[in-house]
């Protein structure tokens, strides 16, 4: 395949999980056969499928990106490529890592289409002189050290005081609009790239950047540009230069400081009308190698895999990363050979080609075994998961759907504490709700886990527990935090759930009771306070007037509620539930409804706040909740003004759901209660019905 540049591959695969298919296929002889020197235990075929030598002068290039399994020296001085007829050929490693991960330039020889990267050698000697490159667009970056950026001799030096190479790299063009290797926008970059001028004569040359860029051909100075700056719009920073047919090199110095890594390089050949930017069909190519499977010198049989990125997706704030595994068999490996995965994050798979979704960025070590005849074989690979940074400009996602249909099927307990968080919140965007919930257990039994996730998450999964589980839930959440805040958060929701959704009054009650004492001393979280209010709901369930007002009053209003202010906020309030029931929009009723129970507690036992939220469960038909409501808040303070319109209401309520009995109960404490009521001839009425 001939590219200007090394592309990624992100070919998604499927398949059963049946495990021998891949296997069928015949794999190189990795014994010893046709070994360039034996004193490189390692190696990898790789392929130029597309090669046909270009004829322009110097060498052509090739470049191949592989994994080695960690058998390659730190540096790369080990690594070498020799033709499948032995005979080593110039080369030079252009970078080594992340992972395990080594890319290699090569020149072809001949016609010759199959080549082998060998690598491994304890002690290697000296190279003989290395590839010199003069074809396509080679990018280096490396970390910008500090300095002075004016002049392009201030920029040289910045080069050469650079220490931390981030990436090295064949593109496509002379052009930048983010760092294609990592997430650093401080950086230096180098573009060296050999231009094909197809006719003579004069040549226009302009660039733009982001700070300083400086433009050299044949290593003469066309455009200076130094400095900080914005980015230009213009074609103003540009020179001319006359130049012959053939092959010339082009220099482009940019170092960005601030901001977005920003620059271009354009031209204006003789003949064309403006400038533009260089196309990449005008460099000369670079051909990109596809690679075969890891061999071993004196070993049958082996079995490797290549790892590729598959994709992304974002949530929260957070990409996750989906990868690609394949199985290949080298040598003698039989086809009933039995795989095992090791993705290196606690889980595993058994088919020859998985996806898998990594919910955490960093190192992992992969790891492939085989198992035929008693026999056993093995290889890893160190990958780095990170974003694809060379991809980020395509805003290319999976969807959330595509990622947790692959976590669905994990083992949560083997995961870290944090990605078992992070599969949580994916399969709750996905509405997994079995799987998230199966997530969400497995949290909270652990012994440890990070306290913002178990905030975040636990609730989430929780909600789609039966109360009883809802409550275990969150008190084993409880434990497994040290941070006091989160703790009692956990413990505050588990007393809620016992009340609203078990009814136990009592056991809440001790709950949080529990929360103020245990928590009160250390923390100032908004849990205290949601405790405080809980005693206070207790005591309103239980008909205590007193004990309600106590507890409600030591809660206190809401941290925003201005005490001076405290009638024009209620009466906000009510006119927004009011306004949003005639409207039907039920959803911001609530809202309204949450809001104004937490800032102004005390008019729970009022009767207007549950006056509204009867009225916004009888909208959405949930007449039983309307009848609790109701005759919680005439239980508790009968002396309320809207004791007598609950009533009536509670007794619609409760007709509704069939329970008479209870209905006419209702109508009849109207007209016993509260004789005075202009409601009492509407219960009547109900009554004789």
């Not at 049958?300 to 590729?308: A, C, E, K, Y």
Request: aromatic share 8%; hydrophobic share 40%.
């Amino acid at each position: 395949m001939k590219l200007p540049y090394c592309s990624r591959a992100n070919r998604r695969i499927r398949g059963p999980l049946a495990v021998a298919a891949v296997l069928l296929a015949a794999a190189p002889a990795a014994w010893g056969q046709g070994w360039w020197n034996s004193s490189w235990p390692y190696r990898r075929a790789v392929t130029l499928a597309d090669y046909k030598p270009t004829r322009l002068g110097g060498s052509d290039v090739a470049v191949v990106t592989m994994p080695t399994g960690g058998k390659h020296r730190r540096d790369g001085s080990d690594v070498r490529v020799a033709t499948a007829s032995r005979t080593e050929v110039a080369s030079r490693v252009l970078m080594v890592g992340p992972g395990d991960q080594v890319r290699v330039a090569f020149a072809p020889r001949g016609s010759g289409r199959r080549y082998y990267v060998y690598f491994g050698h304890a002690k290697p000697p000296g190279q003989p002189k290395p590839l010199e490159i003069r074809r396509g667009v080679l990018l280096e970056t490396w970390q910008y050290p500090g300095g002075g950026i004016k002049t392009l001799q201030q920029v040289r030096a910045v080069f050469a005081r650079a220490k931390r190479l981030i990436g090295r790299d064949f593109r496509d063009r002379m052009f930048l609009g983010h760092n294609p290797f990592g997430p650093q926008s401080s950086i230096a970059s180098r573009f060296t790239a050999y231009l094909n001028c197809e006719i003579s004569g004069q040549y226009t040359f302009a660039c733009s950047s982001q700070d300083a860029s400086f433009l050299l051909v044949d290593d003469n100075v066309v455009v200076s540009n130094g400095g900080h700056h914005s980015p230009q719009r213009d074609i103003r920073m540009k020179g001319a230069t006359a130049l012959k047919k053939g092959l010339h090199k082009l220099t482009f110095y940019h170092v960005n400081t601030t901001g977005h890594p920003i620059a271009v390089a354009a031209w204006q050949p003789p003949g064309a009308k403006r400038v533009w930017p260089i196309a990449r069909e005008r460099f000369a190519p670079v051909f990109v190698a596809q690679v075969g499977p890891m061999e071993q010198y004196g070993r049958s049989m082996g079995i490797d895999f290549l790892p590729r990125h598959g994709g992304e997706t974002f949530l929260r704030n957070r990409y996750y990363q989906r990868w690609t595994f394949e199985a290949m068999p080298v040598g003698r490996l039989g086809r009933s050979a039995n795989l095992a995965w090791d993705f290196g994050d606690g889980q595993t798979a058994a088919a020859p080609k998985v996806e898998h979704v990594y919910l955490l960025p960093g190192e992992r070590t992969v790891t492939l075994t085989a198992t035929v005849g008693g026999r056993t074989v093995s290889r890893s690979h160190k990958i780095f998961v990170s974003r694809p940074w060379d991809l980020v400009a395509t805003n290319r996602l999976d969807g959330v759907s595509q990622q947790a249909q692959i976590v669905q099927g994990y083992d949560f307990a083997a995961l870290s504490a944090e990605a078992n968080a992070h599969a949580i919140l994916l399969l709750e965007r996905a509405k997994s709700v079995h799987a998230m919930t199966k997530a969400g257990l497995a949290l909270v039994a652990r012994k440890a886990a990070p306290a913002p996730l178990v905030a975040l998450v636990v609730p989430l999964f929780a909600e789609q527990l039966p109360p009883r589980q809802r409550v275990e839930a969150f008190l084993k959440a409880e434990k497994t935090v040290t941070n006091a805040a989160v703790a009692a958060s956990m413990a505050q929701q588990a007393a809620r759930a016992c009340l609203h959704g078990l009814g136990d009054a009592d056991a809440a009650g001790k709950l949080f009771a529990r929360v103020i004492r245990q928590y009160g001393a250390t923390t100032s979280h908004q849990a205290i306070r949601q405790a405080k209010i809980g005693l206070g709901d207790v005591g309103r369930l239980r008909g205590k007037l007193k004990e309600a007002r106590k507890a409600y009053r030591a809660a206190g209003l809401g941290a925003k509620v201005n005490p001076a202010r405290l009638e024009i906020i209620k009466g906000d309030y009510a006119r927004h539930v009011e306004d949003y029931l005639v409207k039907g929009d039920f959803s911001s009723a609530i809202q309204y409804v949450e809001r104004w129970e937490s800032d102004i507690p005390l008019d729970k036992l009022e009767g207007y706040w549950s006056l509204l939220v009867v009225r916004l469960n009888l909208k959405r038909k949930k007449h039983a909740d309307a009848a609790r409501e109701a005759l919680t808040l005439v239980n508790v303070n009968p002396a309320s003004n809207y004791a007598p319109r609950l009533l009536l209401l509670a007794a619609e309520a409760c007709r509704k759901t069939g329970k008479a009995a209870e209905s006419r109960s209702a109508l009849r404490r109207i007209i016993e209660k509260y004789p005075e009521s202009p409601l009492v001839a509407a219960a009547r009425a109900a009554l004789n019905r």
